[in-house]
Structures are given as structure tokens and as C-alpha cells.
């Protein structure tokens, strides 16, 4: 599964979506809509079909700009079925049509978690953080 959490972008919402329909390895595809404007999720949930869900979380009161992804993610998880979920966001774009076939091949059976380490925080524990 993918899931990629969005908020008023449909435009590249859904050339992330094109792009994963041409992966080697097809993926089901989870939108998670983090509290689009009525016009733009309209939009966004007009991209529904067999291959992909959209769900949307209204949230009020967030600390910061980042728990809106957060969120989405904690959802995401909850509502995978598949033995693996890539998370992704709206920019980004796959460069490979066998990414997802790809990251399949690292994934340990002991440890199935692949990714990039994130950018430098102001906290100590960053590193080695996906």
C-alpha cells in the first residue's frame, strides 16, 4: 500500500497517483486528506476507484504544522492491509517505475523499515531516524 497525505493540492495528489499506477509493483493507494477546502477535496475524492481509498480527518487545535501529516500517517497505518505501506507525501514523485519493487528487496524480514534518514533536527535523536 501507499499513503499520501494531503492538504488542498489535488493537482499533485493526482500526478502522484499517476505515477504510482506505473510502478512495476502496483500498489493500493490510501489518500488521507488532512482538511482540504470543499472545492479541492471534491476533487481529491473524485480520484476514488478500486485501487485507492480516500479518507479525510477534520482537525482543530494542532501544535504545529507537522501534525497534520502526522496524523494522517497514524491513520494510514491503522487502515493498511497490505504486509507493507510506503508513505509518501503529495510532491513527491517517484523517478523509478520499479521503486516500490525495489524497496521491496531491502526490506529485512527481521526489520522491514527502508527509507532515507530525515533532515538534521534541533533535537539529539534525529539520527538514524527514516
Same mark, same amino acid.
Given at each position: =500500500? @501507499?499513503?499520501?497525505? $494531503?492538504?488542498? +493540492?489535488?493537482? %499533485?495528489?493526482?500526478? $502522484?497517483? %499517476?505515477?504510482?499506477?506505473? %510502478? +512495476?509493483?502496483?500498489? !493500493?493507494?490510501?489518500?488521507?486528506? +488532512?482538511? /482540504?477546502?470543499?472545492?479541492?477535496?471534491?476533487?481529491?475524492? /473524485?480520484?476514488? =476507484?478500486?485501487? #485507492?481509498?480516500?479518507?479525510?480527518?477534520? #482537525?482543530?487545535? @494542532?501544535?504545529?504544522?507537522?501534525?497534520?501529516?502526522?496524523?494522517?500517517?497514524?491513520?494510514?497505518?491503522?487502515? $493498511?492491509?497490505?504486509?507493507? #505501506?510506503?508513505? +509518501?507525501?503529495?510532491? $513527491?514523485?517517484?523517478?523509478?517505475?520499479?521503486?516500490?519493487?525495489?524497496?521491496?528487496?531491502?526490506?529485512?524480514?527481521? /526489520?522491514? @523499515?527502508?527509507? !532515507?534518514?530525515? =533532515?538534521?533536527?534541533?533535537?539529539?535523536?534525529?539520527?538514524?531516524?527514516?
Amino acid at each position: =500500500s @501507499v499513503a499520501i497525505p $494531503c492538504l488542498d +493540492t489535488f493537482e %499533485q495528489v493526482e500526478i $502522484c497517483v %499517476q505515477i504510482l499506477r506505473m %510502478q +512495476t509493483e502496483k500498489p !493500493y493507494i490510501l489518500i488521507i486528506d +488532512t482538511g /482540504s477546502c470543499p472545492e479541492e477535496y471534491a476533487k481529491i475524492e /473524485s480520484l476514488r =476507484s478500486n485501487d #485507492l481509498e480516500v479518507h479525510a480527518i477534520r #482537525l482543530n487545535g @494542532v501544535l504545529h504544522p507537522c501534525d497534520f501529516p502526522a496524523m494522517a500517517m497514524d491513520l494510514a497505518f491503522t487502515l $493498511c492491509r497490505t504486509k507493507f #505501506l510506503f508513505a +509518501t507525501h503529495a510532491d $513527491c514523485f517517484l523517478r523509478r517505475r520499479d521503486f516500490l519493487e525495489y524497496l521491496l528487496t531491502l526490506c529485512p524480514e527481521k /526489520s522491514p @523499515v527502508v527509507g !532515507y534518514e530525515i =533532515s538534521p533536527r534541533k533535537h539529539n535523536d534525529w539520527h538514524g531516524m527514516v
